[in-house]
Each structure stands twice: as C-alpha cells, then as structure tokens.
C-alpha cells in the first residue's frame, strides 16, 4: 500500500513564503501531484512531478526527490485566497494507471 | 479540461435508507472514480468505475454498499446502500483525460450526505 505524511496545519502571513512538505511511502512510484481545495469546494490540480526537480508555475512551485521519498510544494507571495487545504497525492504502480492516494491534507491559513 | 455535474450536491437522508449519486461528465472519458471524503479529512478511494464491466473497488468497500453503475463513457452512479451515520461524508466523482496521466484529476464538486 501507499502512505503519505504531511503537516496537518500551516499559519502564514500575506506576501510570505510557504513551504508544505510531503514524505511518502509506496512502491513502484510514478510521480507525485498537489492539489488545492477551498471549504465546500472541489479539489483542484496544481502540480505533478514524476522527475526529481523543482516544477514552477506562477506562484507555485513542486518539488521531488524519488531518491528520498520526499517532496514539497512552494507558494510565494501567498494572499488570502490561499487560505484552503492542500493534498499530496501518489501515484504509484499498485494502483491503476491514473489511480491517486492522497495525503491528509495541509490546512494553510493565510493572515493578513 | 472537464466540467463534471454531480446531483445531489447535499442530502439528508434517513438511518437504513439508500441513495444514488449521479456524475454527469461533459466528455466521454475511460475511468471515473468515486472518492469519500469525511469533513477535515483526505480523500479515499472506493472504486474505479470502469465502462462496460465491473467496477474495482478498494479494500474496506464492497459493491453490496456501494453498487456503482457505469452505462456509457460520460456517466455514472454510486449508491450508498443501507446508509447508517458513519456514511455521512462527502462523495466525489472524478475523471483523468486523455491517453497519457500528467497526475490530474479532475473533481465535481461533490455530495455531501448526512445519515441521522
């Protein structure tokens, strides 16, 4: 099976720097993907590494080491709007091709 | 990307009663999934739904409970079968696009069911 550990809370302030770390265990792991969900709202895709490195878009950025079953997940300049939960999420050879085990999620909240 | 319609968005429902939640996909796609998801916690995995044959479910759910029909390329249903309060959560449909996986799924905006 697949397990994965993250923070459970993360308090920042606006304009600040926030890293969300996720370790993981599986085997024959593919990659690594992020996701964002506001309250009563759906998950929503961010990012997705299968190869170690850092992956930016805009204000986010991913990062993974497959040698050491870790990533995280980079927000810059964050704003309130980023206030919401965030996933990691494995895909891993157990499962079928596009089957996901998330994380427990990371509750952000952002101050102003 | 994919808009994906599920109904009812939220229920009440009574102890020892069954629902059926629909996923309505605005394109045809291979697999859809339906995930759990108890308020403040992760989301699980029931089954993948697959088109044309049984569904595949997870370890700790059985089609008994959570029979899931799939009748074409852009719908499906879950039913929570004989519903007690645990099962109050919010169930997710989702789809992945396309041949390849880039790691995204795409989400409705879910059921959430409460059991009294």
């Known amino acids: 099976g697949q397990s994965l550990e993250q923070p459970s809370e993360v308090t920042a302030v606006e304009g600040a720097i926030v890293q969300i770390n996720c370790t993981y265990q599986?085997?024959?792991?593919?990659?690594l993907s992020w996701y964002q969900q506001h309250d009563g709202g759906a998950p929503t895709f961010l990012s997705y590494n299968a190869l170690d490195g850092l992956e930016e878009t805009g204000r986010f950025s991913s990062f993974l080491s497959r040698s050491d079953s870790y990533g995280y997940l980079l927000l810059q300049e964050l704003q309130m709007k980023d206030s919401a939960s965030y996933f990691c999420?494995?895909?891993?050879?157990?499962?079928?091709?596009?089957?996901?085990?998330f994380g427990s999620g990371t509750q952000l909240t952002v101050l102003p | 990307s994919a808009v994906i319609s599920q109904k009812p968005s939220r229920d009440i429902c009574q102890r020892g009663t069954s629902l059926t939640i629909q996923c309505q996909v605005d394109s045809q796609v291979t697999m859809m999934f339906w995930y759990r998801q108890q308020p403040g916690q992760s989301l699980t995995l029931i089954a993948t739904?697959?088109?044309?044959?049984?569904?595949?479910?997870e370890s700790g759910f059985v089609i008994d409970k959570f029979p899931i029909s799939r009748p074409n390329l852009t719908f499906s249903t879950l039913t929570v079968s004989n519903m007690s309060p645990e099962d109050s959560s919010i169930y997710l449909c989702?789809?992945?696009?396309?041949?390849?996986?880039?790691?995204?799924?795409?989400f409705g905006e879910g059921s959430r069911l409460t059991v009294l």
């Open positions: 739904a697959n088109q044309g044959s049984e569904a595949t479910y």
């Open positions: 999420a494995v895909r891993a050879r157990s499962g079928s091709a596009r089957q996901l085990t």
């Open positions: 989702s789809v992945a696009l396309g041949t390849g996986f880039t790691g995204e799924l795409f």
């Open positions: 599986t085997s024959g792991f593919y990659g």
